[in-house]
């Protein structure tokens, strides 16, 4: 069955601290994969996203992802937080190209404290 | 641009009621989907528009749940009989082929 992974319910850290969040999917094929943030009282916006080429993936606010195909990974990272990280983060997947649902972990609450 | 809108913002209603949950996508985006997020989960997959029809509704609990795009543009999810545990936040996103998926800000309904 398609899912998706992630392997910290809750996070917190200082700010300043490195964040890694974990995400492991389960799907055949060729897929597409996606980091999610919802800030507080605001809708699901796109952090970054992964279709093809580079594993190492940029995204907005500094954040980056590596896709592992080896490991079915695609892990979340960046090297100082800031308080304004704090969100809620989801890593999805669907199948590469055409229109395709998204798959949903369940997410991770991260908190930043000053 | 304008973004995905979606109407109510909250939804209150009683248990056994029709309620319908209007989405706007974003002008030009041919693919429109619902999505579903109950507390402490990430959102689940309910149904997707390509154009006019439902290219995708095999995520719809059950026949209670329906949803339409008449003009391939607003969509409705409309549910019947309402139950406590469809309590939940109501997603709807929009897409160009095979490229990323837009989030509107969600319907909250919570049935009593």
């Known amino acids: 069955a398609q899912s998706v992974s992630q392997h910290n319910h809750h996070v917190i850290l200082s700010e300043a601290a490195s964040l890694e969040l974990g995400c492991n999917y389960s799907?055949?094929?060729?897929?597409?994969l996606f980091w999610y943030v919802q800030y507080p009282g605001q809708h699901l916006q796109l952090l970054l996203k992964?279709?093809?080429?580079?594993?190492l993936v940029k995204g907005i606010k500094g954040f980056e992802a590596e896709f592992i195909k080896s490991k079915f990974s695609f892990n979340l990272r960046k090297p100082s937080v800031q308080w304004s990280d704090t969100a809620e983060y989801f890593c999805?997947?669907?199948?590469?190209?055409?229109?395709?649902?998204?798959?949903f972990g369940a997410g991770t609450r991260l908190a930043v404290h000053p | 641009g304008a973004g995905v809108s979606q109407t109510p913002s909250n939804k209150v209603t009683e248990k056994g009621k029709y309620v319908e949950l209007r989405c706007d996508p974003i002008?030009?985006?041919?693919?429109l989907y619902w999505y579903r997020q109950s507390l402490g989960q990430g959102p689940e997959f309910l149904i997707y528009?390509?154009?006019?029809?439902?290219?995708?509704d095999s995520g719809l609990p059950n026949d209670r749940f329906f949803a339409v795009r008449p003009e391939g543009s607003v969509s409705t999810l409309k549910i019947q009989r309402t139950e406590r545990g469809d309590s939940a936040v109501y997603l709807c996103?929009?897409?160009?082929?095979?490229?990323?998926?837009?989030f509107g800000p969600g319907t909250r309904l919570l049935v009593l």
């Open positions: 999805a997947v669907n199948a590469a190209g055409g229109y395709n649902k998204l798959i």
């Open positions: 528009f390509q154009g006019t029809g439902a290219a995708d």
């Open positions: 002008s030009g985006h041919t693919a």
């Open positions: 996103a929009s897409s160009n082929v095979g490229e990323t998926q837009y």
């Open positions: 799907y055949g094929g060729t897929v597409n």
């Open positions: 992964y279709f093809s080429g580079d594993p």
